[in-house]
């Protein structure tokens, strides 16, 4: 990845960050962003395709999101803010979290991540409806 492509794909997650990180509560929170050329590491053994990465603190308020710029560039808008939305989810979900983590946990998380960031992205297009 140059470095144009690079600026470019990093663009494209800075905007998501400043539409979505206030509006749905989260601003309040130490967000650290890492941006990476490579893919992410899990991409190779699972055959899957991730362009982000979250690691939140709730216990502190901070929240880590590393995104995976090979893969963003391969997303279109859409799939991409559906993503981003998702990662919301889990900073949502993770003060839940018990000290030992299952796949059964694992599983019920993702599904309320998926949730949360859909929900987000339905009452935006849904108050933008209602707007029009």
């Excluded at 990093?10 to 400043?18: F, M, P, Q």
């Excluded at 090979?70 to 003060?95: I, R, S």
């Excluded at 993702?110 to 992205?121: H, S």
Aim: one cysteine or more.
């Amino acid at each position: 990845m140059n470095d144009a492509e690079y600026a470019e794909q990093k663009a494209r997650v800075e905007a998501l960050r400043d539409t979505w990180v206030k509006p749905v509560g989260l601003g309040w929170w130490r967000w650290d962003f890492a941006w990476r050329r490579e893919r992410h590491a899990a991409d190779e053994t699972e055959n899957t395709s991730t362009p982000f990465t979250i690691d939140p603190l709730w216990e502190y308020g901070r929240v880590k999101l590393t995104a995976y710029l090979p893969t963003v560039a391969e997303w279109d808008d859409e799939e991409l803010e559906e993503a981003f939305c998702h990662e919301l989810g889990h900073v949502f979900a993770c003060e839940l979290r018990p000290l030992e983590i299952t796949d059964e946990y694992r599983q019920h998380e993702e599904r309320v991540a998926t949730m949360i960031g859909k929900a987000f992205v339905w009452l935006r297009d849904h108050l933008q409806e209602r707007s029009a």
